[in-house]
């Protein structure tokens, strides 16, 4: 009897055992699953709570300098206070490694404020696009990178890449510009600097480009045709505002 009372009781001290045993890694478990959820919870808030946009111009040329350095205006349009460092920049498919930034209207980078996000890369001529990302929160920007230029020759003067030469006895100089990637229907303007001879002006101050993303003004210097010792240089400058482009034009006399 003793001995049955002594089973029982082992038996009894193992089952014990092995709820108390169940009972702590359900609780264990449970736990887990708790903090999960609410790790969870924290980023689908975080999520939600940032968004971006950026507010740059593509038309404006202002996105990139044409000297390397690519500038990027995010703004921060979500409902918390987000950190620069944790923002990634993909330019052009490639992961940009610690951007410069900088918010501009403030010390932090709070609910309606802009953080400029500056690239040193050089950019070939043409189409380009950057992206933004912070808490799966992303922001997309497609640029070009265009030039205005003078077309090298611009018969019958003498020209190097910036500067021409022509005799005061042609009269007019017909001044040739392009884009570069070429782009028909660019709206140009043309000007002459502050200081230019009032003997020289431009026939045409305004233009749209062709086919082959080029158009034309003349400089005419005709009253300076006759004197005997003429030697006066103007700017020329040819402004598509996304670029501008200046040329030197030096009017000079035979001899």
């Not at 802009?114 to 799966?136: F, K, Q, Y």
């Not at 070009?144 to 003067?157: K, M």
């Not at 431009?202 to 005997?228: M, Q, Y």
Request: one cysteine or more; glycine letters at 8%; aromatic letters at 6%.
């Amino acid at each position: 009897m003793a001995r049955t009372a002594l089973v029982h009781l082992v038996l009894f001290i193992a089952v014990v055992s092995v709820a108390t045993l169940a009972v702590g890694v359900l609780v264990t478990e449970s736990g887990l699953y708790a903090d999960a959820l609410e790790d969870e919870s924290d980023r689908e808030r975080a999520v939600l709570e940032t968004e971006l946009t950026i507010v740059n111009d593509p038309e404006s040329g202002a996105t990139y300098d044409g000297n390397g350095t690519t500038t990027v205006y995010v703004k921060n349009v979500g409902g918390k206070t987000l950190e620069p460092s944790d923002l990634e920049v993909v330019l052009d498919g490639e992961y940009v490694t610690a951007p410069e930034t900088r918010v501009v209207d403030g010390d932090r980078w709070r609910e309606g404020t802009v953080l400029e996000v500056t690239i040193d890369r050089p950019l070939e001529r043409g189409d380009h696009r950057v992206a933004v990302s912070l808490d799966e929160a992303w922001a997309t920007l497609e640029f070009a990178h265009r030039v205005v230029f003078w077309l090298d020759s611009q018969p019958p003067a003498t020209c190097s890449a910036d500067e021409c030469t022509v005799n005061a006895s042609e009269e007019t100089l017909t001044l040739t510009m392009g884009t570069d990637p070429v782009e028909e229907g660019v709206d140009v303007t043309y000007s002459l600097n502050d200081s230019a001879d009032e003997n020289v002006t431009l026939e045409r101050t305004t233009g749209t480009t062709d086919a082959g993303g080029e158009n034309a003004t003349v400089l005419d210097f005709s009253p300076l045709a006759n004197e005997i010792s003429v030697s006066e240089s103007v700017l020329v400058t040819v402004d598509a505002g996304w670029d501008t482009q200046t040329l030197v034009v030096r009017i000079e006399s035979e001899g």
